[in-house]
Each structure stands twice: as C-alpha cells, then as structure tokens.
C-alpha cells in the first residue's frame, strides 16, 4: 500500500525537479519558516484528516505555494498568477498515469488564494487535494 511517507517523498521530488520552486517542507503551517530561513518559492504539505470508504484510503492534504511579497505589496497579483502556476504543474504531475497503480488524484481540487504573514510577507495558493488508496485486495 502506498505510504504518506511515500506520497509526501514524491512531492519533494516532484518540488526539487521544478525550476521555481526553492523550499520544500512538511508540517503544520506555524512550522513554515521554523527551521531557518526560507528560500521563495516554497511547496509546503500539510496533512489533513482524511478517511476510509469501503476498500479505500482516501488521504487528504493542503498543498501551500507561497512566494515572498515585496513590502509595498506591489507585487502580490505577480506572486498570485506564478504560485497559482506552479500549483497546476504539481497537480499535473500528480495526474500522470505512471502513479495510477499507487494513489489516483482526486481531480476536484479546490484552490484558494491567501495573503498571510508568517516569518514574511507571502501570498500564493492553498491547494487542498485527496488521493485515493485501495487499501484492501
């Protein structure tokens, strides 16, 4: 069966190989900046409560894509159109064919645009997905 450390290891490959994405990290979002200095862009995972249907996990996260803001804010609808972006080349990604026999991406994910201040001014895309995972043969 296909593993949240799995799953979460496959992002950060699928962010290290992006050309924008700078920062990859998982945990709570108060955790994000917590270890040391960010580098923009980031992907960042945030697991959520997720469930079971008949013979399926069905595993649900919040996918982050922030850039840093300048301090005018001047930038934001930039940082706005090239997180909301990168988020799409992730989903596509998560929607190759080559992962069917692992997990199958739900296609309805919901996008959701955000301003927030955690160490730094940031704006981007809060992606919340779900994978579904046959867990019973």
Same mark, same amino acid.
């Given at each position: 069966m296909f593993s949240l450390n799995q799953f979460v290891s496959l992002l950060n490959s699928l962010a290290s190989a992006h050309e924008q994405i700078k920062t990859f990290g998982e945990g709570d979002v108060w955790e994000i900046g917590s270890s040391g200095a960010v580098q923009y862009p980031l992907l960042w995972v945030v697991p959520q409560p997720s469930s079971t249907a008949?013979?399926? &996990? *069905? #595993?649900?996260?919040?996918?982050?894509?922030?850039?840093?803001?300048?301090? %005018? !804010?001047?930038?934001?609808? %930039? @940082?706005?159109? =090239? +997180? #909301?972006?990168?988020? &799409? %080349?992730?989903?596509?990604? &998560?929607?190759? $064919?080559?992962?069917?026999?692992?997990?199958?991406?739900? $296609? *309805?994910? +919901? &996008? +959701? $645009?955000?301003?927030? !201040?955690?160490? =730094?001014? @940031?704006?981007?895309? !809060?992606?919340d997905v779900n994978i579904k995972i046959n867990f019973l043969s």
């Open positions: 008949q013979k399926l &996990l *069905n #595993m649900k996260f919040s996918l982050i894509f922030a850039d840093i803001l300048d301090p %005018d !804010k001047s930038n934001e609808k %930039d @940082v706005l159109s =090239d +997180t #909301m972006q990168i988020a &799409l %080349d992730i989903l596509a990604q &998560l929607n190759n $064919p080559d992962y069917a026999d692992n997990f199958i991406l739900d $296609p *309805n994910a +919901t &996008l +959701t $645009p955000f301003t927030e !201040k955690f160490d =730094d001014d @940031v704006s981007g895309w !809060k992606a």
